[in-house]
């Protein structure tokens, strides 16, 4: 069960959010939806405690939908929200407007404080988890556990960003078929060492049919935009402002190294290391199972179910 929730962020822009369930088990709710189970009783109002929140950002030319996996087994205990970040998914794409760091974490605030999820877990991965950090850093009124998964803090450089520009264009768009999509993406990019058919799952959802044949939902211009406003600078000061428990979750064969994870992991004041066994960038998408076993634990015990 899925269900939209429309947030207004910086500069008015729409974003869509994401409730996705399991559907109830012995009956349904009214309109389709699916809450978390509510605790006991709120000493202040009468009514049932409201669940924590969990807020999961998804990376740069990611969606919302692509944490559907997690978010259904967050919401047996949490109340889970996937945000399509600007530029992404089914929210707003505007030409002129701002894809720079202070617009995404502005737009994560915005949702957060619409949707009443705080004190809450950010869960964030690659861009989504520099957006989840420098939050935290900015409101550690409104963030109570934090899960960074697989996003450096060092600065990439401009050499990193003029290799995305060529990538971009050496996407033989439009793809003809979803088939061709996933096969493109998960054998035959040149940047793959090894085929990885997650990622070419995790592409295919990335798409749109249009008359000529599939196109990014994304505009790969503003991807760019955005990227620029991060590669050229490091990001360890605002990490060291994390006062809250922060777990640092790395794919063995991901972006982030071993050993500039770790440092991430001391330079933070409450920081816990993990990673996840034959999983790439795409750690969720890699290795389910894998994710589900280090963030569960780390999630109960920092943000712990109401009841």
Not at 159 to 170: G, L, N, T, V
Not at 185 to 205: Q, T
Request: aromatic residues 8%.
């Amino acid at each position: 069960m899925v269900r939209r929730i429309d947030v207004t962020g910086r500069e008015g822009i729409r974003l869509a959010a994401w409730e996705f369930a399991d559907p109830p088990k012995g009956g349904h709710e009214p309109d389709g939806e699916h809450r978390a189970e509510h605790g006991p009783a709120d000493p202040a109002s009468g009514g049932p405690r409201k669940p924590h929140g969990v807020l999961l950002l998804h990376g740069l030319m990611g969606r919302a939908a692509h944490w559907a996996d997690t978010a259904r087994w967050l919401s047996s205990r949490y109340h889970a929200i996937g945000l399509d970040q600007r530029g992404h998914g089914r929210s707003d794409k505007p030409e002129d407007a701002g894809y720079d760091r202070e617009s995404y974490v502005a737009d994560a605030e915005a949702a957060i404080e619409q949707l009443d999820l705080a004190p809450l877990a950010l869960v964030g991965h690659s861009m989504g988890a520099l957006t989840a950090w420098q939050l935290a850093a900015k409101r550690p009124d409104l963030v109570q556990s934090l899960v960074i998964c697989d996003m450096r803090a060092s600065a990439l450089g401009e050499q990193s960003q003029r290799e995305w520009a060529a990538w971009y264009e050496s996407w033989p768009v439009p793809f003809a078929t979803l088939a061709d999509v996933r096969k493109w993406f998960g054998e035959d990019d040149p940047r793959l060492e090894r085929p990885r058919p997650s990622r070419g799952k995790f592409f295919a959802e990335v798409m749109t049919e249009a008359a000529d044949g599939w196109r990014p939902v994304f505009s790969t211009e503003h991807m760019l935009r955005a990227r620029e406003t991060w590669v050229h600078d490091a990001h360890w000061d605002e990490l060291a402002q994390v006062q809250c428990p922060t777990l640092v979750v790395r794919g063995i064969d991901g972006e982030l190294g071993r050993a500039e994870a770790q440092e991430m992991v001391r330079v933070l004041p409450r920081g816990i290391y993990a990673e996840v066994p034959d999983a790439g960038h795409l750690i969720h998408y890699d290795q389910p199972e894998g994710w589900r076993r280090v963030v569960e634990p780390f999630l109960q015990a920092t943000l712990p179910p109401v009841g």
